[in-house]
């Protein structure tokens, strides 16, 4: 089956703007997560979704939100950007089966905030 | 706030075993994960406990858990060029259930 796919790959941005990321999990996976991955701070974890519910948030400002759609599809939405902002954004669609647990990441989207 | 650490880097021979360790502070921590980043490439689900767990093995790795230390180890056998890569440790968990991860620990195997 497809993995998990994200749009766009890469992205340039001038401070001050918004930017929205996409990302399709594998086919079957409700639960969607994202974080960022930066040189200073290292990965961290921004939001989780699952079955169109924020169900954990990390401690990003409120400029970072996301939702997810029927489908599972998620967006990530960064208002009024910053140079702190440039950082690959990982998203990941995961499952849980009673013990069994399977998490697969996309390959990240570059975003460049000059 | 919880805190992850892990060495920043690790070097070994071809063949050898390899020992990654982490320690954490979250006492109430749930699940810990290792994961997998190769240069360029996106983050990969190696292995996870479960915290009532104190070792799980899967192949070529083995993960050990000391709950009452918060040290969580991964152990890969025959260590292959193909392991290079950065090796991150995760807990999730307690009040707050957020992923904390490590900063990463860079694998360098060499022939």
């Known amino acids: 089956k497809a993995g998990v796919t994200q749009t766009p790959r890469y992205l340039i941005k001038t401070r001050g703007q918004q930017v929205t990321l996409s990302c399709s999990p594998i086919s079957g996976h409700r639960s969607v997560s994202w974080y960022q991955q930066t040189p200073g701070q290292g990965l961290q974890f921004l939001f989780e979704y699952f079955s169109e519910t924020q169900r954990n948030k990390g401690n990003f400002p409120g400029r970072f939100s996301g939702r997810q759609f029927s489908n599972s599809r998620s967006e990530m939405n960064v208002s009024t950007l910053e140079l702190g902002d440039s950082a690959l954004y990982l998203c990941?669609?995961?499952?849980?089966?009673?013990?069994?647990?399977?998490?697969?990441f996309g390959p990240g989207t570059r975003l460049t905030v000059t | 706030g919880e805190d992850v650490e892990q060495s920043l880097f690790l070097s070994v021979r071809e063949g050898d075993s390899s020992v990654i360790n982490c320690t954490y502070t979250d006492s109430s921590s749930t699940y810990l994960y290792w994961y997998k980043q190769e240069p360029g490439a996106g983050l990969q689900l190696l292995t996870y406990i479960f915290s009532n767990m104190d070792m799980k093995q899967d192949q070529r790795l083995t993960v050990l858990l000391n709950k009452k230390d918060k040290h969580l180890s991964l152990r890969i056998a025959d260590t292959q060029t193909g392991d290079s890569a950065i090796y991150f440790c995760?807990?999730?968990?307690?009040?707050?259930?957020?992923?904390?991860f490590g900063r990463g620990t860079s694998l360098i195997v060499h022939p």
């Open positions: 990941a669609s995961s499952s849980r089966t009673g013990s069994s647990y399977e998490q697969y």
């Open positions: 995760a807990e999730r968990g307690g009040g707050s259930y957020i992923p904390t």
